[in-house]
């Protein structure tokens, strides 16, 4: 595997890179948070989308993009992709402005292109997120060092967590089958609440520790995610393999700290 890190630009990607044969788009501002904090990041991010896509059209080479499942946000879970689409945030807009621009591609330039409606994906190395890493490492970190995980509203709240290894695989399935514009769930189809997540890693580490519960400040709060993986399954062929508790676990015996 010839792998070479490039500082720069995409619209310089046909200087760097004059021929490729698929391309795996992840390079986006990926937390809501960072996009109130700068909404000019919404034209700079499609405009990123826009250089890929060119570069695609010229070349002819297919298209893997993260997309989210926050696109789902409004409507009741589980999630199918033929749901319908409510934008509520600068992120959102983003995101389901470049699935928007995968279709016209597809339509006008015959650009062939998977986009995967990620769930909350968590593995190592989050450090490098800081403050917008997973909840599940934010929480681990803290425990760790014996401090509680401070939890907005009473920990019922659900999320269907995904590790990053499978999602990995959804990449690479999705490399190797052939779709012209396609939408798939990566997700596992279960949820947990971050109650969970705390009992689990006490659990884990051998600890006690109480999570501190506060009012949640949050306008628009999701409460509950969950990914219908069925079209994922049968047309994909991806299964999320990882457990929960195999995730959290992999973490601590990675030393995974902040």
Not at 82 to 87: E, S
Not at 148 to 163: A, K, N
Not at 237 to 243: D, E, L, P, V, W
Request: hydrophobic letters at 35%; a neutral charge.
């Amino acid at each position: 595997l010839n792998v070479r890190f490039f500082r720069e630009p995409y619209y310089n990607i046909s200087t760097l890179i004059p021929d490729a044969d698929i391309i795996f788009h992840l390079g986006m501002p990926s937390s809501s948070p960072m996009y109130k904090r700068d909404p000019e990041l919404v034209g700079r991010t499609i405009n990123d989308a826009i250089a890929i896509f060119e570069y695609a059209k010229k070349g002819g080479c297919k298209i893997i993009y993260a997309s989210t499942s926050s696109l789902y946000n409004g409507n009741k879970p589980p999630y199918r992709e033929d749901m319908p689409i409510y934008v509520t945030d600068y992120y959102t807009e983003c995101r389901y402005a470049i699935e928007r621009l995968a279709k016209l591609y597809n339509l006008l330039h015959g650009v062939k292109s998977v986009g995967l409606r990620l769930f909350s994906v968590y593995g190592p190395k989050e450090q490098y997120k800081s403050e917008y890493a997973n909840v599940i490492s934010q929480f681990l970190w803290l425990m760790k060092r014996d401090q509680p995980p401070i939890i907005f509203g009473d920990g019922t709240q659900t999320r269907d967590f995904i590790h990053v290894k499978d999602v990995v695989e959804a990449f690479m399935l999705s490399m190797e089958k052939d779709f012209e514009c396609e939408i798939f769930n990566v997700g596992t189809g279960v949820s947990h609440s971050f109650n969970d997540v705390v009992n689990l890693i006490n659990e884990l580490l051998g600890k006690d520790i109480k999570p501190i519960y506060r009012d949640n400040p949050i306008k628009n709060y999701v409460y509950h995610t969950l990914a219908d993986t069925t079209k994922a399954e049968k047309i994909l062929g991806f299964k999320a393999k990882i457990s929960l508790k195999e995730g959290i676990k992999s973490l601590i015996d990675s030393g995974n700290t902040h």
